[in-house]
């Protein structure tokens, strides 16, 4: 979000004046509504803070205060957090996104640490509007708890032995930024969270898109336009990696390098990145139009710069090439899985895919076999099967005995640092086969094992897929 007079120094400096014109008749009452302008990173209870007052991070790189959106009338007052470093105002936590504080009444907006170690905002009629969840100090400490904006852009409510009670990290909006944990699972019943975009520029209540992961199956990532899906990563087939990513800003700008990790502990996966301490201000982001973007500041042009974007053509959009096709991400287009031919042929040859393809020849469930395709981004609506299969060989007998299984593929999702061993993934297909592509071997491809009439229940290896992707 690019906010560009979202928060206005004159503007909230009116409404300040509007507050205190209320309380002309009533002297003693005016300095109670003067902001504290210290510049302090944390805020302690007895100290609330007030519309024109910020709470400003260690280093300087982010700053807490409340802001309103150039284009709500009657104004209305958001708690956020903010780049305290750059000129372009840019918000990258809302706490009350929900539930704005209107500016229209007798006393300001406050948000205060209260004694139950809890952040609440208040309005100014005295109505909570928001308020966090933290777990009350039992601590006999006479240390007051306290909550810091670190130089990560994180509020944290610490307890007065310094230990964490609360993080904005925790509770996401729009943007992930370096150091934060994007959960994909969390605990035995999942709880993976979702970025939700604005609902526009300068509107920063819940918009229609979201990020994060398939609460189905915790194995693949989605964005979504409420609920249908725009766009969908491939299965996750275990990988516990950092990952380098480089970037360039522009022609004449700053490399930046992106170091992206998925982790599994057990009891929670997640994916985090971190850049360098000299690196420009970066940040992930899920656009109010519906994209996956991450951004670089250029201090050279002062713009947020788009180095990357999800879905990066309208070939990888949700259902795109229709059943049974697939994207080739080689030439960008629509294909026909091996075996298969275009449903509506005319259509298919003006760029018009949505109907998919179909079947040369129809199964028989006894002459059938199994076409190996490997490189593939596995299609959606599958299904999980035999959690504790350890061998591909299970996995391929599991679908050969299903007369209806179309697909299977198969992953081992072992790793060293998870205590429940060697855990494997075995995804079956009985449906249509959607949302399939051809992105090469690497980490988050499979092999996509394709049920075809005619192979007399051998399995074959589509040679020329290899030669093509080694190409």
Request: aromatic residues 10%; contains cysteine; glycine residues 10%.
């Amino acid at each position: 979000r690019r906010l560009r007079s979202t928060l206005d120094p004159y503007r909230n400096s009116q409404l300040m004046a509007g507050w205190l014109a209320f309380t002309c008749c009533a002297g003693a009452l005016i300095l109670l509504f003067l902001p504290s302008l210290a510049s302090e990173d944390r805020l302690v209870s007895g100290k609330p803070l007030y519309p024109g007052a910020t709470v400003i991070s260690d280093g300087g790189a982010f700053a807490l205060g409340f802001f309103a959106p150039s284009n709500s009338t009657p104004a209305k007052l958001y708690l956020g957090i903010w780049y305290n470093d750059i000129p372009e105002l840019t918000v990258v936590w809302v706490a009350n996104r929900r539930n704005p504080s209107p500016t229209n009444t007798f006393s300001p907006p406050t948000l205060s640490l209260s004694n139950s170690s809890n952040l609440v905002l208040s309005d100014g009629g005295g109505r909570v509007i928001w308020t966090t969840d933290a777990v009350a100090s039992t601590s006999s400490s006479s240390s007051p708890s306290m909550a810091v904006l670190e130089n990560t852009g994180n509020l944290v409510v610490r307890s007065p032995n310094g230990s964490m009670l609360w993080q904005s990290f925790d509770h996401y909006t729009d943007t992930v930024l370096p150091g934060m944990k994007l959960r994909f699972k969390y605990g035995a019943q999942g709880g993976g969270q979702h970025l939700v975009s604005w609902k526009g520029p300068g509107d920063p209540s819940p918009g229609r898109f979201s990020y994060g992961a398939d609460p189905a199956t915790h194995l693949q990532i989605f964005v979504w336009d409420g609920d249908r899906p725009v766009v969908r990563s491939s299965p996750w087939t275990g990988y516990l990696v950092v990952s380098e990513r480089q970037y360039q800003q522009d022609n004449n700008g700053a490399a930046v390098v992106v170091y992206m990790s998925v982790v599994d502990d057990g009891e929670e996966i997640y994916m985090t990145y971190t850049v360098a301490a000299d690196a420009p201000r970066i940040r992930y982001v899920v656009t109010h139009s519906g994209e996956y973007q991450l951004r670089s500041w250029s201090n050279k042009s002062s713009v947020w710069l788009v180095l990357s974007r999800w879905p990066s053509q309208e070939c990888k959009r949700y259902g795109y090439c229709g059943p049974y096709g697939y994207c080739d991400d080689l030439v960008r287009t629509c294909k026909c899985l091996h075996g298969f031919e275009p449903e509506n042929t005319k259509e298919w040859d003006k760029g018009r895919f949505s109907a998919g393809c179909r079947r040369k020849d129809l199964l028989d469930c006894k002459d059938d076999g199994f076409l190996a395709l490997p490189g593939m981004k596995s299609p959606d609506g599958f299904t999980r099967v035999g959690r504790d299969m350890s061998t591909s060989e299970e996995c391929a007998a599991e679908c050969r005995r299903n007369c209806s299984c179309v697909a299977y593929a198969y992953a081992n999702l072992s790793s060293g640092r998870r205590s429940g061993g060697n855990v494997s993934r075995c995804l079956v297909w009985s449906a249509d086969l959607v949302d399939t592509a051809k992105i090469g071997e690497g980490l988050d491809s499979d092999t996509l094992y394709l049920r075809l009439a005619g192979l007399n229940g051998t399995t074959k290896y589509l040679h020329f897929f290899l030669q093509i992707l080694s190409s």
